[in-house]
Protein backbone atom coordinates (compact mmCIF):
# COMPACT_ATOMS: atom_id res chain seq x y z
CA UNK A 1 0.00 0.00 0.00
CA UNK A 2 1.30 3.26 -1.24
CA UNK A 3 0.76 6.66 0.61
CA UNK A 4 -1.79 7.69 -1.57
CA UNK A 5 -4.01 4.60 -0.91
CA UNK A 6 -3.11 4.16 2.64
CA UNK A 7 -4.54 8.01 3.03
CA UNK A 8 -7.28 6.59 0.86
CA UNK A 9 -8.48 4.52 3.08
CA UNK A 10 -8.90 6.26 5.97
CA UNK A 11 -10.80 8.96 4.24
CA UNK A 12 -8.77 11.73 2.59
CA UNK A 13 -9.18 12.06 -0.60
CA UNK A 14 -5.95 12.45 -3.15
CA UNK A 15 -7.77 15.95 -3.79
CA UNK A 16 -7.83 17.25 -0.27
CA UNK A 17 -3.67 15.54 0.09
CA UNK A 18 -2.49 17.61 -2.82
CA UNK A 19 -4.61 20.60 -1.11
CA UNK A 20 -2.87 20.00 1.91
CA UNK A 21 0.73 19.27 0.20
CA UNK A 22 0.34 22.57 -1.51
CA UNK A 23 0.02 24.25 1.65
CA UNK A 24 2.95 22.91 3.53
CA UNK A 25 5.12 23.97 0.74
CA UNK A 26 3.91 27.37 1.47
CA UNK A 27 4.66 27.34 5.00
CA UNK A 28 8.45 25.57 4.85
CA UNK A 29 10.14 28.92 6.21
CA UNK A 30 7.48 29.56 9.14
CA UNK A 31 8.26 25.67 10.03
CA UNK A 32 12.14 26.06 9.85
CA UNK A 33 11.50 29.21 13.01
CA UNK A 34 9.52 27.37 14.92
CA UNK A 35 11.97 24.30 14.99
CA UNK A 36 14.09 26.98 16.04
CA UNK A 37 12.29 27.93 19.07
CA UNK A 38 11.47 24.43 19.73
CA UNK A 39 15.73 23.49 19.94
CA UNK A 40 15.99 26.31 22.44
CA UNK A 41 13.50 25.72 25.03
CA UNK A 42 14.67 21.86 24.67
CA UNK A 43 17.80 22.95 25.53
CA UNK A 44 16.65 25.05 28.57
CA UNK A 45 14.52 21.78 29.81
CA UNK A 46 17.47 19.38 29.70
CA UNK A 47 19.82 22.60 31.12
CA UNK A 48 17.27 22.74 34.42
CA UNK A 49 17.32 18.65 34.59
CA UNK A 50 21.18 18.23 34.49
CA UNK A 51 21.48 20.89 36.84
CA UNK A 52 19.12 19.41 39.25
CA UNK A 53 20.92 16.19 38.94
CA UNK A 54 17.76 14.24 37.46
CA UNK A 55 17.88 10.13 38.02
CA UNK A 56 16.25 7.21 37.79
CA UNK A 57 15.43 7.72 41.86
CA UNK A 58 13.68 10.41 41.12
CA UNK A 59 10.68 8.28 39.29
CA UNK A 60 9.93 6.34 42.71
CA UNK A 61 6.50 6.27 43.78
CA UNK A 62 5.44 7.92 47.15
CA UNK A 63 2.62 7.08 48.76
CA UNK A 64 0.33 8.29 51.85
CA UNK A 65 1.22 11.41 53.22
CA UNK A 66 4.19 12.00 50.78
CA UNK A 67 7.04 12.50 53.21
CA UNK A 68 10.42 13.20 52.03
CA UNK A 69 9.93 12.68 48.51
CA UNK A 70 12.37 13.75 46.75
CA UNK A 71 10.84 12.66 43.12
CA UNK A 72 8.29 15.69 43.47
CA UNK A 73 10.17 18.12 45.07
CA UNK A 74 13.23 17.73 43.08
CA UNK A 75 10.60 18.29 39.72
CA UNK A 76 9.52 21.56 41.48
CA UNK A 77 13.08 22.43 40.87
CA UNK A 78 13.18 21.49 37.82
CA UNK A 79 10.09 23.83 36.66
CA UNK A 80 11.27 26.46 38.61
CA UNK A 81 14.97 26.15 36.91
CA UNK A 82 13.42 25.60 33.51
CA UNK A 83 11.18 28.88 34.33
CA UNK A 84 13.70 31.23 35.89
CA UNK A 85 11.62 31.13 39.03
CA UNK A 86 12.19 31.08 42.95
CA UNK A 87 10.03 28.06 43.26
CA UNK A 88 7.49 25.82 41.82
CA UNK A 89 4.10 23.64 42.98
CA UNK A 90 3.86 20.98 40.69
CA UNK A 91 1.47 18.08 41.97
CA UNK A 92 -1.04 16.02 40.56
CA UNK A 93 -3.34 16.83 43.42
CA UNK A 94 -4.30 19.91 41.32
CA UNK A 95 -6.58 19.12 38.95
CA UNK A 96 -6.83 20.89 36.42
CA UNK A 97 -5.87 24.57 35.05
CA UNK A 98 -8.77 26.16 36.57
CA UNK A 99 -7.54 24.70 39.83
CA UNK A 100 -4.12 26.02 39.79
CA UNK A 101 -5.46 29.81 38.86
CA UNK A 102 -8.20 29.82 41.99
CA UNK A 103 -5.63 28.19 44.26
CA UNK A 104 -2.92 31.24 43.26
CA UNK A 105 -5.97 33.66 43.86
CA UNK A 106 -7.08 32.96 46.68
CA UNK A 107 -3.97 32.05 48.45
CA UNK A 108 -2.78 35.56 47.38
CA UNK A 109 -5.55 37.71 47.61
CA UNK A 110 -7.31 38.76 51.14
CA UNK A 111 -10.84 40.38 52.04
CA UNK A 112 -10.96 43.46 51.09
CA UNK A 113 -8.56 43.58 48.72
CA UNK A 114 -8.74 43.81 44.56
CA UNK A 115 -8.30 41.77 41.55
CA UNK A 116 -7.62 44.11 38.69
CA UNK A 117 -7.54 42.10 35.71
CA UNK A 118 -5.74 43.95 32.94
CA UNK A 119 -6.58 41.81 29.91
CA UNK A 120 -10.03 41.83 29.49
CA UNK A 121 -12.59 39.41 30.89
CA UNK A 122 -11.23 35.96 31.90
CA UNK A 123 -11.60 32.58 30.85
CA UNK A 124 -14.90 31.38 31.35
CA UNK A 125 -14.61 28.91 34.25
CA UNK A 126 -13.28 32.01 36.17
CA UNK A 127 -16.24 33.84 36.26
CA UNK A 128 -17.66 31.42 39.13
CA UNK A 129 -14.02 31.87 40.69
CA UNK A 130 -14.03 35.58 40.95
CA UNK A 131 -18.05 35.77 41.35
CA UNK A 132 -19.00 37.14 37.59
CA UNK A 133 -21.06 34.48 37.91
CA UNK A 134 -22.93 33.82 41.73
CA UNK A 135 -21.06 30.43 43.03
CA UNK A 136 -20.26 29.71 46.77
CA UNK A 137 -16.81 29.92 48.18
CA UNK A 138 -15.92 32.78 45.25
CA UNK A 139 -13.54 35.32 45.51
CA UNK A 140 -16.56 37.81 45.71
CA UNK A 141 -17.90 36.09 48.45
CA UNK A 142 -14.97 36.23 50.73
CA UNK A 143 -14.67 39.84 50.55
CA UNK A 144 -12.29 40.08 47.40
CA UNK A 145 -13.45 42.98 44.81
CA UNK A 146 -12.94 42.65 41.27
CA UNK A 147 -11.81 45.48 38.69
CA UNK A 148 -11.24 44.90 34.82
CA UNK A 149 -9.55 46.72 31.77
CA UNK A 150 -10.45 45.36 28.71
CA UNK A 151 -7.23 45.26 25.88
CA UNK A 152 -8.07 47.63 23.02
CA UNK A 153 -9.41 47.10 19.40
CA UNK A 154 -5.80 45.89 18.23
CA UNK A 155 -5.26 43.54 21.28
CA UNK A 156 -2.71 45.64 23.09
CA UNK A 157 -2.97 46.70 26.52
CA UNK A 158 -4.70 50.06 27.54
CA UNK A 159 -2.08 51.37 29.62
CA UNK A 160 -4.16 54.92 30.47
CA UNK A 161 -6.97 52.44 31.70
CA UNK A 162 -4.79 50.69 33.77
CA UNK A 163 -3.14 53.56 35.44
CA UNK A 164 -7.17 54.78 36.33
CA UNK A 165 -8.44 51.19 37.02
CA UNK A 166 -4.78 50.93 39.91
CA UNK A 167 -5.97 51.92 43.37
CA UNK A 168 -4.39 51.30 47.21
CA UNK A 169 -6.64 48.10 47.43
CA UNK A 170 -4.85 46.76 44.17
CA UNK A 171 -3.37 43.48 45.14
CA UNK A 172 -2.71 41.30 42.28
CA UNK A 173 -2.73 41.57 38.48
CA UNK A 174 -4.53 39.01 36.43
CA UNK A 175 -2.88 38.68 33.45
CA UNK A 176 -4.44 35.54 30.70
CA UNK A 177 -1.93 35.08 27.82
CA UNK A 178 -3.92 32.94 25.90
CA UNK A 179 -7.52 33.66 23.97
CA UNK A 180 -9.65 31.51 25.71
CA UNK A 181 -13.05 31.29 24.34
CA UNK A 182 -12.78 34.33 23.09
CA UNK A 183 -11.98 35.52 19.21
CA UNK A 184 -9.12 38.05 19.48
CA UNK A 185 -5.04 37.83 19.77
CA UNK A 186 -2.97 35.96 22.13
CA UNK A 187 -0.80 38.45 23.59
CA UNK A 188 2.77 38.02 23.37
CA UNK A 189 5.49 37.77 26.37
CA UNK A 190 7.18 40.91 25.04
CA UNK A 191 4.09 42.76 25.68
CA UNK A 192 3.45 41.30 28.92
CA UNK A 193 6.81 42.05 30.46
CA UNK A 194 5.50 45.81 28.87
CA UNK A 195 2.73 45.93 31.00
CA UNK A 196 4.53 43.95 34.06
CA UNK A 197 6.90 46.62 34.37
CA UNK A 198 4.02 49.11 34.16
CA UNK A 199 2.34 47.93 36.55
CA UNK A 200 5.40 47.43 38.47
CA UNK A 201 6.66 51.18 38.32
CA UNK A 202 3.23 52.19 39.70
CA UNK A 203 2.70 49.36 42.31
CA UNK A 204 6.06 48.10 43.27
CA UNK A 205 4.45 45.57 45.35
CA UNK A 206 1.56 44.33 43.47
CA UNK A 207 1.63 40.93 42.75
CA UNK A 208 1.28 39.88 38.98
CA UNK A 209 -0.39 36.80 37.79
CA UNK A 210 0.05 35.16 34.51
CA UNK A 211 -2.44 32.68 33.21
CA UNK A 212 0.37 30.94 30.63
CA UNK A 213 -1.84 27.94 29.88
CA UNK A 214 -1.47 26.93 26.24
CA UNK A 215 1.46 29.07 25.77
CA UNK A 216 4.26 27.34 27.87
CA UNK A 217 6.87 26.62 24.76
CA UNK A 218 5.82 28.54 22.27
CA UNK A 219 7.81 31.52 22.10
CA UNK A 220 11.72 31.70 23.90
CA UNK A 221 10.95 33.25 26.72
CA UNK A 222 7.89 33.33 29.52
CA UNK A 223 6.57 35.60 31.58
CA UNK A 224 8.37 35.38 34.81
CA UNK A 225 11.31 36.17 32.34
CA UNK A 226 9.89 39.59 32.72
CA UNK A 227 8.91 40.03 36.33
CA UNK A 228 5.91 38.01 36.46
CA UNK A 229 5.26 37.00 40.75
CA UNK A 230 3.44 33.84 39.26
CA UNK A 231 2.88 31.76 35.98
CA UNK A 232 0.27 29.39 36.69
CA UNK A 233 -0.84 26.48 34.09
CA UNK A 234 -1.95 22.75 33.15
CA UNK A 235 0.21 19.77 33.02
CA UNK A 236 -2.20 18.22 30.67
CA UNK A 237 -1.42 21.07 28.28
CA UNK A 238 1.64 21.91 26.99
CA UNK A 239 4.17 20.99 29.44
CA UNK A 240 2.54 18.13 30.14
CA UNK A 241 3.60 16.77 26.42
CA UNK A 242 0.88 14.67 26.12
CA UNK A 243 2.44 12.37 28.72
CA UNK A 244 1.30 13.61 31.75
CA UNK A 245 -2.26 12.00 32.79
CA UNK A 246 -3.49 14.79 35.39
CA UNK A 247 -2.06 18.16 37.22
CA UNK A 248 -1.19 21.43 37.37
CA UNK A 249 1.78 24.09 37.99
CA UNK A 250 2.38 27.57 39.25
CA UNK A 251 5.94 28.81 39.53
CA UNK A 252 7.10 32.14 41.00
CA UNK A 253 8.45 34.03 43.85
CA UNK A 254 9.15 31.71 47.44
CA UNK A 255 6.43 33.54 49.34
CA UNK A 256 3.48 33.21 46.70
CA UNK A 257 4.44 29.43 46.00
CA UNK A 258 4.50 29.12 50.08
CA UNK A 259 0.89 30.84 50.16
CA UNK A 260 -0.30 28.47 47.48
CA UNK A 261 1.05 25.50 49.06
CA UNK A 262 -0.72 26.65 52.25
CA UNK A 263 -3.89 26.44 50.12
CA UNK A 264 -3.59 23.59 48.24
CA UNK A 265 -2.75 21.23 50.99
CA UNK A 266 -3.16 23.11 54.68
CA UNK A 267 -1.39 26.27 56.75
CA UNK A 268 1.43 24.15 58.34
CA UNK A 269 1.68 21.61 55.77
CA UNK A 270 2.81 23.14 52.45
CA UNK A 271 4.56 21.46 50.23
CA UNK A 272 5.91 18.65 52.51
CA UNK A 273 2.53 16.40 51.83
CA UNK A 274 1.17 14.97 48.56
CA UNK A 275 2.25 11.71 47.53
CA UNK A 276 3.19 11.65 43.45
CA UNK A 277 1.04 7.71 43.38
CA UNK A 278 3.67 6.60 40.91
CA UNK A 279 3.32 9.67 37.79
CA UNK A 280 6.77 10.91 38.40
CA UNK A 281 8.12 9.33 34.79
CA UNK A 282 5.13 10.71 33.50
CA UNK A 283 5.67 14.08 35.15
CA UNK A 284 9.26 14.20 34.24
CA UNK A 285 9.44 12.50 30.63
CA UNK A 286 6.29 14.71 29.13
CA UNK A 287 7.97 17.53 30.26
CA UNK A 288 11.28 16.93 28.94
CA UNK A 289 9.41 16.07 25.85
CA UNK A 290 6.92 19.03 25.58
CA UNK A 291 8.92 21.70 23.67
CA UNK A 292 9.03 19.18 20.65
CA UNK A 293 5.57 18.55 21.22
CA UNK A 294 4.59 21.90 21.27
CA UNK A 295 6.42 22.78 18.13
CA UNK A 296 4.46 20.38 16.48
CA UNK A 297 0.60 21.95 18.07
CA UNK A 298 2.18 24.95 16.36
CA UNK A 299 3.00 23.93 13.34
CA UNK A 300 -0.85 22.47 13.48
CA UNK A 301 -2.14 25.42 14.16
CA UNK A 302 -0.41 27.45 11.38
CA UNK A 303 -1.48 24.54 8.98
CA UNK A 304 -4.71 24.71 9.72
CA UNK A 305 -4.69 28.52 9.19
CA UNK A 306 -3.65 28.30 6.18
CA UNK A 307 -5.87 26.28 5.08
CA UNK A 308 -8.97 27.84 6.29
CA UNK A 309 -8.00 31.04 5.07
CA UNK A 310 -8.21 29.51 1.64
CA UNK A 311 -11.28 28.30 2.17
CA UNK A 312 -12.69 31.88 2.59
CA UNK A 313 -13.40 31.45 6.45
CA UNK A 314 -11.88 34.10 9.56
CA UNK A 315 -9.32 32.78 11.20
CA UNK A 316 -7.05 34.55 14.48
CA UNK A 317 -4.62 34.54 14.46
CA UNK A 318 -3.52 34.83 10.49
CA UNK A 319 -0.85 31.93 9.12
CA UNK A 320 1.43 34.67 8.54
CA UNK A 321 1.33 36.42 12.47
CA UNK A 322 3.97 35.73 15.06
CA UNK A 323 2.36 32.96 17.35
CA UNK A 324 1.97 33.33 20.97
CA UNK A 325 0.21 30.01 21.93
CA UNK A 326 -1.13 26.58 20.43
CA UNK A 327 -4.48 27.64 19.81
CA UNK A 328 -6.16 27.94 16.34
CA UNK A 329 -9.66 29.88 16.30
CA UNK A 330 -11.95 29.64 13.06
CA UNK A 331 -15.19 31.32 13.20
CA UNK A 332 -17.71 29.04 10.69
CA UNK A 333 -20.37 31.42 11.56
CA UNK A 334 -23.22 28.72 12.39
CA UNK A 335 -24.23 26.02 15.21
CA UNK A 336 -24.25 23.60 11.73
CA UNK A 337 -20.73 24.85 11.32
CA UNK A 338 -19.27 24.14 13.92
CA UNK A 339 -20.68 20.83 14.49
CA UNK A 340 -19.22 19.83 11.27
CA UNK A 341 -15.64 20.81 12.46
CA UNK A 342 -15.77 19.04 15.12
CA UNK A 343 -16.99 15.56 13.31
CA UNK A 344 -14.35 15.95 10.74
CA UNK A 345 -11.58 16.37 13.78
CA UNK A 346 -12.91 13.32 15.82
CA UNK A 347 -13.11 10.89 12.94
CA UNK A 348 -9.81 11.58 11.93
CA UNK A 349 -8.57 10.51 15.94
CA UNK A 350 -7.14 7.34 17.50
CA UNK A 351 -9.80 7.59 19.96
CA UNK A 352 -13.58 7.76 19.81
CA UNK A 353 -13.35 7.92 16.16
CA UNK A 354 -16.14 6.81 15.22
CA UNK A 355 -18.25 9.01 17.55
CA UNK A 356 -19.57 12.41 16.57
CA UNK A 357 -19.01 15.20 18.99
CA UNK A 358 -22.39 17.03 19.84
CA UNK A 359 -22.96 20.06 21.97
CA UNK A 360 -23.79 19.86 25.45
CA UNK A 361 -23.99 21.70 29.16
CA UNK A 362 -20.43 21.55 30.71
CA UNK A 363 -18.88 22.85 34.52
CA UNK A 364 -17.91 26.38 34.26
CA UNK A 365 -19.30 27.56 31.00
CA UNK A 366 -22.99 29.35 30.49
CA UNK A 367 -23.32 28.31 27.27
CA UNK A 368 -23.45 24.79 25.76
CA UNK A 369 -20.19 23.49 24.41
CA UNK A 370 -18.75 21.30 21.45
CA UNK A 371 -16.03 19.26 22.01
CA UNK A 372 -14.22 16.89 19.70
CA UNK A 373 -11.13 15.38 21.64
CA UNK A 374 -9.27 12.09 20.38
CA UNK A 375 -7.01 11.92 23.38
CA UNK A 376 -6.09 9.57 25.71
CA UNK A 377 -5.89 11.73 29.12
CA UNK A 378 -9.27 13.39 28.80
CA UNK A 379 -9.49 17.22 28.32
CA UNK A 380 -5.65 17.04 27.26
CA UNK A 381 -5.27 19.99 24.60
CA UNK A 382 -1.93 18.50 23.50
CA UNK A 383 -3.02 15.96 21.78
CA UNK A 384 -5.99 16.80 19.35
CA UNK A 385 -9.24 18.90 20.02
CA UNK A 386 -11.13 21.06 18.55
CA UNK A 387 -14.09 23.05 21.07
CA UNK A 388 -16.25 26.05 21.53
CA UNK A 389 -18.71 27.39 23.11
CA UNK A 390 -21.77 27.14 20.65
CA UNK A 391 -22.74 31.37 20.65
CA UNK A 392 -21.74 34.23 18.59
CA UNK A 393 -19.13 34.25 16.02
CA UNK A 394 -19.66 30.42 16.32
CA UNK A 395 -15.57 29.88 16.64
CA UNK A 396 -13.98 26.76 16.96
CA UNK A 397 -10.79 26.34 18.93
CA UNK A 398 -8.36 23.96 17.72
CA UNK A 399 -5.32 22.72 19.60
CA UNK A 400 -2.38 20.14 18.78
CA UNK A 401 -1.49 17.66 15.95
CA UNK A 402 1.50 17.98 13.45
CA UNK A 403 0.66 18.47 10.38
CA UNK A 404 1.21 15.56 7.67
CA UNK A 405 -0.70 13.18 9.39
CA UNK A 406 -4.67 12.16 9.15
CA UNK A 407 -5.86 14.29 11.60
CA UNK A 408 -4.43 17.40 10.01
CA UNK A 409 -5.40 16.38 6.76
CA UNK A 410 -9.32 15.97 7.89
CA UNK A 411 -8.86 19.38 9.85
CA UNK A 412 -7.89 20.71 6.34
CA UNK A 413 -11.91 20.39 5.09
CA UNK A 414 -13.46 19.30 8.10
CA UNK A 415 -15.77 22.19 7.50
CA UNK A 416 -16.41 22.45 3.83
CA UNK A 417 -19.72 20.94 3.58
CA UNK A 418 -20.50 22.95 6.88
CA UNK A 419 -23.02 24.93 5.24
CA UNK A 420 -25.33 21.87 4.20
CA UNK A 421 -24.97 19.83 6.94
CA UNK A 422 -27.56 19.22 9.16
CA UNK A 423 -27.12 17.17 12.57
CA UNK A 424 -28.25 13.98 11.90
CA UNK A 425 -26.03 11.61 14.37
CA UNK A 426 -26.11 7.36 14.45
CA UNK A 427 -23.68 8.08 17.16
CA UNK A 428 -22.88 10.68 19.20
CA UNK A 429 -20.42 11.50 21.74
CA UNK A 430 -20.43 13.42 25.16
CA UNK A 431 -18.12 16.03 25.42
CA UNK A 432 -15.45 14.95 27.89
CA UNK A 433 -15.96 17.25 30.90
CA UNK A 434 -19.83 16.80 31.09
CA UNK A 435 -21.30 15.71 34.23
CA UNK A 436 -22.35 12.77 34.71
CA UNK A 437 -25.96 13.65 33.60
CA UNK A 438 -25.16 15.60 30.67
CA UNK A 439 -25.95 13.00 28.33
CA UNK A 440 -27.64 13.83 25.15
CA UNK A 441 -30.70 12.14 23.38
CA UNK A 442 -31.23 11.38 19.50
CA UNK A 443 -31.18 8.67 17.10
CA UNK A 444 -31.16 7.72 13.71
CA UNK A 445 -34.92 8.04 13.69
CA UNK A 446 -35.27 11.33 16.05
CA UNK A 447 -32.50 13.59 15.01
CA UNK A 448 -34.12 16.25 17.31
CA UNK A 449 -33.14 16.31 21.25
CA UNK A 450 -35.97 15.13 23.17
CA UNK A 451 -35.84 17.62 26.25
CA UNK A 452 -32.77 18.88 28.16
CA UNK A 453 -29.79 15.70 26.77
CA UNK A 454 -29.17 13.38 23.57
CA UNK A 455 -28.23 9.91 23.27
CA UNK A 456 -24.67 8.57 23.02
CA UNK A 457 -25.67 5.36 21.09
CA UNK A 458 -28.68 4.84 18.97
CA UNK A 459 -31.55 3.09 20.48
CA UNK A 460 -30.69 4.03 23.85
CA UNK A 461 -32.40 7.39 25.77
CA UNK A 462 -30.67 9.12 29.06
CA UNK A 463 -32.81 11.31 30.94
CA UNK A 464 -33.28 13.14 34.44
CA UNK A 465 -36.48 11.24 36.43
CA UNK A 466 -37.51 14.71 36.90
CA UNK A 467 -37.88 14.77 33.15
CA UNK A 468 -39.83 11.59 33.14
CA UNK A 469 -43.33 12.73 33.06
CA UNK A 470 -42.65 15.17 30.41
CA UNK A 471 -41.26 12.53 28.49
CA UNK A 472 -43.13 11.14 25.04
CA UNK A 473 -41.67 7.84 24.66
CA UNK A 474 -42.35 6.63 20.54
CA UNK A 475 -42.35 3.08 20.30
CA UNK A 476 -39.44 2.67 18.07
CA UNK A 477 -36.79 -0.44 16.70
CA UNK A 478 -34.34 2.41 17.00
CA UNK A 479 -35.32 3.58 20.92
CA UNK A 480 -35.58 0.44 23.02
CA UNK A 481 -33.69 1.88 26.26
CA UNK A 482 -34.23 4.55 28.78
CA UNK A 483 -31.82 5.46 31.07
CA UNK A 484 -32.20 7.19 34.45
CA UNK A 485 -29.55 9.68 34.88
CA UNK A 486 -29.24 11.74 38.46
CA UNK A 487 -27.09 14.90 38.61
CA UNK A 488 -24.32 14.03 40.53
CA UNK A 489 -22.80 10.70 41.49
CA UNK A 490 -23.29 11.12 45.19
CA UNK A 491 -27.06 11.38 44.38
CA UNK A 492 -27.04 8.74 41.93
CA UNK A 493 -25.66 6.38 44.51
CA UNK A 494 -28.01 7.43 47.37
CA UNK A 495 -30.95 6.63 45.18
CA UNK A 496 -29.67 3.90 43.08
CA UNK A 497 -27.68 1.83 45.10
CA UNK A 498 -28.15 -1.83 44.03
CA UNK A 499 -27.62 -4.64 46.73
CA UNK A 500 -27.22 -7.26 44.35
CA UNK A 501 -24.99 -7.11 40.99
CA UNK A 502 -25.59 -8.73 37.44
CA UNK A 503 -23.87 -9.82 35.16
CA UNK A 504 -23.34 -6.66 33.18
CA UNK A 505 -22.33 -4.46 36.04
CA UNK A 506 -19.63 -7.05 37.12
CA UNK A 507 -21.02 -10.39 38.40
CA UNK A 508 -21.71 -11.34 41.91
CA UNK A 509 -24.81 -12.55 43.38
CA UNK A 510 -27.79 -13.31 42.09
CA UNK A 511 -26.04 -12.99 38.68
CA UNK A 512 -29.88 -13.71 36.91
CA UNK A 513 -31.22 -11.29 35.18
CA UNK A 514 -34.38 -10.23 36.60
CA UNK A 515 -37.62 -11.69 35.26
CA UNK A 516 -40.53 -9.92 33.91
CA UNK A 517 -42.64 -7.74 36.29
CA UNK A 518 -40.04 -8.00 38.94
CA UNK A 519 -38.32 -4.88 39.82
CA UNK A 520 -35.09 -5.29 42.17
CA UNK A 521 -35.05 -3.69 45.39
CA UNK A 522 -32.55 -0.80 46.80
CA UNK A 523 -31.92 -0.16 50.01
CA UNK A 524 -33.10 3.15 49.92
CA UNK A 525 -36.59 2.04 48.87
CA UNK A 526 -36.18 4.16 45.53
CA UNK A 527 -37.94 1.24 43.56
CA UNK A 528 -41.24 3.30 44.23
CA UNK A 529 -40.14 5.36 40.97
CA UNK A 530 -39.03 2.45 39.22
CA UNK A 531 -42.55 0.91 39.13
CA UNK A 532 -44.13 4.50 38.92
CA UNK A 533 -42.28 4.89 35.46
CA UNK A 534 -43.56 1.20 35.08
CA UNK A 535 -46.99 2.19 35.36
CA UNK A 536 -46.81 5.50 33.23
CA UNK A 537 -45.13 4.16 30.39
CA UNK A 538 -46.35 0.08 29.81
CA UNK A 539 -45.07 -3.18 31.33
CA UNK A 540 -41.40 -3.10 30.89
CA UNK A 541 -38.88 -4.77 31.48
CA UNK A 542 -36.37 -3.42 34.27
CA UNK A 543 -32.69 -3.92 34.35
CA UNK A 544 -29.31 -2.88 35.77
CA UNK A 545 -26.00 -1.05 33.90
CA UNK A 546 -22.98 0.00 34.89
CA UNK A 547 -22.39 2.73 31.89
CA UNK A 548 -18.53 4.32 33.13
CA UNK A 549 -19.25 3.69 36.40
CA UNK A 550 -22.61 5.23 36.68
CA UNK A 551 -25.21 2.81 38.28
CA UNK A 552 -28.74 3.63 36.05
CA UNK A 553 -32.16 1.62 35.31
CA UNK A 554 -32.64 0.82 31.83
CA UNK A 555 -36.04 0.06 30.92
CA UNK A 556 -37.10 -2.34 27.88
CA UNK A 557 -39.17 -0.36 25.72
CA UNK A 558 -40.22 -3.23 23.21
CA UNK A 559 -41.59 -6.92 24.38
CA UNK A 560 -38.51 -8.50 23.55
CA UNK A 561 -36.52 -10.78 25.33
CA UNK A 562 -33.53 -8.88 27.58
CA UNK A 563 -29.83 -8.76 26.13
CA UNK A 564 -27.11 -6.41 26.78
CA UNK A 565 -27.63 -2.95 24.65
CA UNK A 566 -23.95 -1.87 22.88
CA UNK A 567 -22.32 0.54 25.33
CA UNK A 568 -19.42 0.89 27.09
Same mark, same amino acid.
Given at each position: ???????????????? !??????? !????????????????????????????????????????????????? &???????????????? !??????????????????????? #?????????????????????????????????????? &?????????????????????? !????????????????????????????????????????????????? +??????????????????????????? #?????????????????????????????????????????????????????????????????????????????????????????????????????????????????????? &???????????????????????????????????????????????????????????????????????????????????????????????????????? +?????????????????? &?????????????????? #?????????????????????????? +?????????????????????????????????????
Amino acid at each position: MNRDEMYLSLGVSDKV !LQFGEAV !LDELKPRFAGIEEIAELNQAKVIGAMQKNRVNATHFAASTGYGYDDEGR &DNLERVYASAFHTEAA !LVRPQITCGTHALAIALSANLLP #GDEMLAISGKPYDTLEEVIGLRESPCSLKEYGVSYGQV &DLREDGSFDFPAIERALNDKTK !LIHIQRSKGYCPRPTISVDAIGEAIAFCKKLCPDVVVMVDNCYGEFVEA +NEPSDFGADMIVGSLIKNPGGGLAPIG #GYICGTQKCIDRCAYRLSAPGLGQEVGANLGLMPALYQGFFLAPSVVSGAVKGAVFVAACYEKLGFTVVPSSKEARHDIIQCVELGSPEGMVAFCKGIQSAAAVDSYVDPVPAPMPGY &DSDVIMAAGAFVQGSSIELSADGPVREPYAVYYQAVSPGTTQAWRAAVAAKDARRRTHHPAVTKISPSVKDTAFLCSSVEHPQPTGIFAAVRPRVLFVFPSDIK +NLTVQRSLTIQYVVLAFS &DRAALLERQRPVFKDRLS #GGGRSSRPPQDGHCRRYRDGSSRRVR +NFRRRHGDQLVHYLDVSARIAAVHRLDDARLSRPPLH
